[in-house]
T-cell receptor, first 111, second 113 residues
Framework: GDSVTQMEGPVTLSEEAFLTINCTYTATGYPSLFWYVQYPGEGLQLLLK?????DKGSNKGFEATYRKETTSFHLEKGSVQVSDSAVYFCALEPGRRALTFGSGTRLQVQP | EAGVTQSPTHLIKTRGQQATLRCSPISGHTSVYWYQQALGLGLQFLLWYDEGEERNRGNFPPRFSGRQFPNYSSELNVNALELEDSALYLC????????????FGQGTRLTVV
């Protein structure tokens, strides 16, 4: 079946550090891939997405590239801020079916 | 444009009771998804409705059920509540097309005591 594996958290970084959160997936066919973010006490918001191989999604300084050969969609940001502290979820949509989420990675950015 | 709205925001029930959670999707969205997010855990898929029909359900017992109304709003019902049903229940909607993202509501925090 479809599945998403994310790196274990929490991830603790200092402000302006480089961020990578790893995400790999297993799916049949060619799923669409997403990163969602959940700020404390809130629902999930879409951060970025990619719908086909080699697509790069980007938003608010975050980027992720759809790598079909490694079945990965790693999230990166060059310089994190305290306001980026949240839980990040990688997800896939295997074509007209519900999103499958990873377990989430908590990011804590310290000033 | 209004986002996905869920009600109530908080719900406290006693073990054995029934809970009803409601979701209004974004206008024009035909698909509604329900997820359970227990404390410290990821999102577990519960149910997917599209065009009034249940399309898929996750690995949950039958006491978790729901429906989608002609206006595409949805209800999630949880019967015979157990303590471990305490969680944040998130509803999401999408236009139902491949590759389109789902938009989430703020969730209903259900506490079973």
């Amino acid at each position: 079946g479809d599945s998403v594996t994310q790196m274990e958290g929490p991830v603790t970084l200092s402000e302006e550090a480089f961020l990578t959160i790893n995400c790999t997936y297993t799916a049949t066919g060619y799923p669409s891939l997403f990163w969602y973010v959940q700020y404390p006490g809130e629902g999930l918001q879409l951060l970025l997405k990619a719908t086909k191989a080699d697509d790069k999604g980007s938003n608010k300084g975050f980027e992720a590239t759809y790598r079909k050969e490694t079945t990965s969609f790693h999230l990166e940001k060059g310089s994190v801020q305290v306001s980026d502290s949240a839980v990040y979820f990688c997800a896939l949509e295997p074509g007209r079916r519900a999103l499958t989420f990873g377990s989430g990675t908590r990011l804590q950015v310290q000033p | 444009e209004a986002g996905v709205t869920q009600s109530p925001t908080h719900l406290i029930k006693t073990r054995g009771q029934q809970a009803t959670l409601r979701c209004s999707p974004i206008s024009g969205h035909t698909s509604v998804y329900w997820y359970q997010q227990a404390l410290g855990l990821g999102l577990q898929f519960l149910l997917w409705y599209d065009e009034g029909e249940e399309r898929n359900r996750g690995n949950f017992p039958p006491r978790f059920s729901g429906r989608q109304f002609p206006n595409y709003s949805s209800e999630l019902n949880v019967n015979a509540l157990e303590l471990e049903d305490s969680a944040l229940y998130l509803c999401a909607s999408s236009p139902g097309q491949v590759g389109t993202e789902a938009f989430f509501g703020q969730g209903t925090r259900l506490t079973v005591v």
